[in-house]
Structure formats: structure tokens, C-alpha cells
């Protein structure tokens, strides 16, 4: 039995949870977010102010399940409560980026700006009086997460002098130039 599907999810007090046969539906305080699962697999029951999620049989796929959708669910109601966000930076000289109505438009260097179109449901803030350090927000994790990384691809930092976009809290693993040979 999965270690993290046995643990039970508390629901806080501003979270409404609708559970139906094949779907559950998390509304909060910033938006709504719903799931649908294979109720062949897993039971979801909700018991006051907590929901427990258990399999339904003893095969390898009820049983992978079970700690996926408990943490599907855990971070629906933590998104729809407190929200989820990166926070990326731009490093290099002239490399910035600016938000043109719903999309970032972006300087890496190239002979032309990068434009990304965000989805629904996700919003980007710069920090003040910088146009290099940006977050992403929202209350979708695997979203959140796919567009720092697809905003992270148009130009990953390269090793030698740290140039491009990375995650805050990444650390860059740099190499040493070129090493010119003293003629003696």
C-alpha cells in the first residue's frame, strides 16, 4: 500500500468538495479546479473535514493509482486555497522580458523577441523596477510547472558565463574558459 495514499487530506474551512461517481470538483478562494478518476481503481470517500482515498483491489495498477490521486487531490486543494508559483531569472546583458496583453514577450539575445501566448489560468509578475526576474502563477501545479519549463526553454542557461533563464533556486554548474598555454 502506497505510503503517501494511505495519508488522509484535511480540508480547510474555506474549500468546498464535491465528489461524484467518476469526478471530484475543489472550489476555493481563487478559482475551481476538477478531476476526473477511475473509480475501477480507487475510492474516494469524504468524512467531515477529511477525504481518504483507497484502492479498490490489490493489482499494480489500483495500487499506483492510489498515491497518484491522493496527490492529485492534495494539490488541487492547496491550489484552489493558497495558489502555487515559480519564480524564473533572466541573466544576461540586454536579455529582459515584458508582458504585451496576455502574452510575455521576451529579448534572449536572438535576432528577433520571443513571444509565448500564457494559458487560461496562469499569470506572470515581474519583480519591481526589474524586468529579470519574473514569476509564474496559478493554481494548477502540473500548469504552473509546465510553463516555467516551456518559458525556461527559449534559452537555458549555458555553463560558461551563467547566460539565459533559470529557475531562482537553481544552481548552475559553470566551467572554466579556455586556458591560453604560456610559450616559455
Same mark, same amino acid.
Request: hydrophobic share 25%; glycine share 8%; no cysteine.
Given at each position: 500500500?502506497? &505510503?503517501?495514499?494511505?495519508?488522509?487530506?484535511s480540508i480547510p474551512e474555506n474549500v468546498t468538495i464535491e465528489i461524484s461517481d467518476?469526478?471530484?470538483?475543489? @472550489?476555493?478562494?481563487?478559482?475551481e479546479l476538477s478531476l476526473t478518476f477511475e473509480p475501477i481503481y480507487v475510492s474516494i470517500k469524504q468524512e467531515?473535514?477529511?477525504?481518504?482515498v483507497t484502492p479498490k483491489n490489490e493489482t499494480k495498477? *489500483?495500487?499506483s493509482r492510489h498515491g497518484l490521486y491522493r496527490s492529485l487531490i492534495a494539490n488541487m486543494i492547496e491550489g484552489?486555497?493558497?495558489g502555487f508559483s515559480k519564480t524564473l531569472e533572466i541573466k544576461g546583458v540586454g536579455y529582459r522580458g515584458s508582458m504585451k496583453g496576455n502574452a510575455l514577450e521576451m529579448n534572449l539575445g536572438y535576432s528577433h523577441p520571443i513571444s509565448y501566448t500564457l494559458p487560461e489560468g496562469i499569470q506572470i509578475n515581474f519583480a519591481e523596477k526589474s524586468q529579470n526576474i519574473l514569476t509564474v502563477s496559478g493554481i494548477d501545479k502540473q500548469l504552473v510547472g509546465q510553463v516555467s519549463a516551456e518559458i525556461r526553454?527559449? &534559452? @537555458?542557461?549555458?555553463?560558461?558565463k551563467g547566460k539565459g533563464i533559470k529557475y531562482q533556486d537553481e544552481i548552475i &554548474?559553470?566551467?572554466a574558459g579556455k586556458s591560453? *598555454? @604560456?610559450?616559455?
Open positions: 500500500m502506497s &505510503r503517501i495514499g494511505k495519508l488522509p487530506i467518476d469526478k471530484i470538483k475543489v @472550489k476555493g478562494p481563487k478559482g467531515e473535514k477529511t477525504i481518504t495498477e *489500483a495500487k484552489v486555497n493558497q526553454s527559449f &534559452r @537555458k542557461p549555458e555553463p560558461y &554548474r559553470r566551467k591560453v *598555454a @604560456k610559450k616559455g
